[in-house]
């Protein structure tokens, strides 16, 4: 037995049991039932060292992210979280590094009721696929498509924090671990996306900056929207960043929130703002959508913002990525 | 819209329509339908520059074979392929390679009804991770663990081509075409892999050497077995080779047959026969299973092999997989 199926045994079991797992980790494939009525929802994603995380970032701070980028799509679409794929790759097979993967990934798959059921472990430069896999009621998932003129945008949480904590780390910079935390153990609101179903027409996870972000829903919903500056929230280390340099690029442009932006017709607005109490989880109304395309990004004063390059300012690597 | 975006667009709608795929590539997850009384199987699978592939391989095997991996582990649990997503790493956004890559990626996608619904494109260390998913009617999956002693032990098609292929390939030697596709373009048992629902007890595909594939399936069933050498199906050239050295690593011990090992219930044996004729491809008993754990490796005068050592001689940077 090689050192990486040594180590493959970390996972081997790794998340709660479900009784939906008719077959986990250790055959060719995974079996898995879906019961009768609800849809499957699928996503992946690749976080890669130098890229999407410091090379000598605490691996359990990777173990965490990496699947948390996924509970966060899940979340964007309503669905309930149930299992995960994983694909490691990576350069040594380093137990304690492993060991302490597997630790944050398993943390935060089973506060979400979440099993791993299949991977592959190969040696090269870091990496990690995560696939994850969740349930919702068929015909329930909410998509981008669906915002209509007069719908309010809500964001959750606060707005640029990870954007921050990563300008400073590349400045070399301290930066309190609370902070930090923001850029590299961010919390998917995944109980959030269950809950507005039925009540959001549309909604995507903030990955890419509220304003790239909320594009994406303009365009699947062929509207636009307005943005009130003065309404998006802020951690107070932020707002008087914005304040002292009108620098807006943080807020709007910068990545890793992984807060969910969602539209609400006028009629449901009061079930998000009981939401908002229920999750003790602020849901911020910070404009709403309109007929004509584009997104107007309003001054307090009536003054419009240009937008914002794409702050998709992550690590030197991947700076192609700006628009 | 970032290079990487437009990369994307390659990607939008790869392999044929399908009616069970509600919502696909351009949420945040994929929408998927899965049929009453169908269980989902699902398999993650990374290929990596220098490990799996040469990193001047031509881009359209690697579109492909980076499918037919994962094509390879539904076929070994009887499972019908139904979708796929693609976690794509790239140094530079090189739009001759993506469609090279795409190209081989499709064709085999088609060749199997296989629908490409989501995906995520990064800046890294050339990498490509799949995920397959099929449909298998319940209860009738092909695991590793129903070997039972008197089991017939089979394998489709010849053993060791792809680890002859590469063995000349880093010895700077030329290979020809045929024997190279044998290791760059693979042809996943899909077809025989559900016809044998029914029919086989266990089955498992060829990824690292019949002895130790094989070996997981007496893991898992708590069984042991007996092949016999000399009814190992071999192409003339590796017939000629084993003859000359008695080096039997390649056939038992190297790595990226993709071919199907599978055990029989007497019972059963004329339906391989039947299907062998049906579907134009080997089918070919190489030994049996027995109670007494462990594998005995038998010469045609009776004698035994010492089991090669595990020729997972691929690339020069994973020789730390070999035992």
Chains 1, 2 share one sequence.
Not at 15 to 35: F, N, S, T
């Amino acid at each position: 037995m090689s050192e990486f199926d040594l180590i493959g045994r970390y996972f081997a079991a790794l998340g709660p049991e479900r009784p939906d797992v008719a077959l986990g980790v250790g055959d060719d494939c995974a079996l898995l039932e879906i019961p009768a009525g609800q849809a499957l929802a699928v996503s992946i994603d690749t976080l890669s060292a130098g890229v999407h995380f410091f090379p000598d970032c605490d691996p359990e701070h990777i173990g965490h992210k990496s699947l948390a980028v996924g509970l966060s799509d899940l979340a964007a679409m309503g669905a309930e979280p149930a299992w995960a794929t994983l694909a490691l790759t990576l350069p040594a097979a380093d137990e304690d590094w492993i060991r302490a993967f597997a630790t944050g990934f398993e943390r935060l798959a089973s506060a979400h009721g979440m099993r791993l059921v299949g991977g592959d472990t190969t040696r090269g430069p870091l990496s990690v696929a995560v696939q994850v896999h969740g349930l919702v009621p068929t015909g329930t998932a909410i998509r981008r498509s669906g915002a209509r003129p007069g719908d309010a945008v809500f964001v959750s949480g606060t707005l640029g924090d990870a954007g921050l904590a990563l300008r400073r780390m590349l400045a070399g910079e301290s930066v309190a671990p609370e902070l930090r935390r923001r850029l590299e153990c961010p919390e998917p609101r995944v109980e959030l996306g269950q809950r507005l179903r039925g009540v959001a027409s549309a909604m995507i996870d903030l990955s890419d900056g509220l304003a790239g972000d909320l594009g994406h829903i303009l365009r699947a919903s062929a509207v636009g929207a307005v943005l009130e500056l003065d309404r998006l929230p802020l951690a107070p280390q932020l707002a008087e960043l914005v304040a002292a340099t009108d620098d807006w690029s943080l807020p709007l442009a910068s990545g890793d929130d992984y807060e969910l932006c969602f539209c609400v017709p006028p009629a449901h607005i009061p079930n998000v703002e009981r939401l908002a109490e229920a999750l003790a989880l602020p849901l911020t109304r910070v404009g709403w959508i309109r007929a004509s395309a584009g997104l107007d990004l309003r001054r307090p004063d009536g003054g419009r913002l240009t937008r914002p390059a794409r702050g998709y300012d992550h690590f030197p690597v991947a700076d192609d990525r700006a628009d």
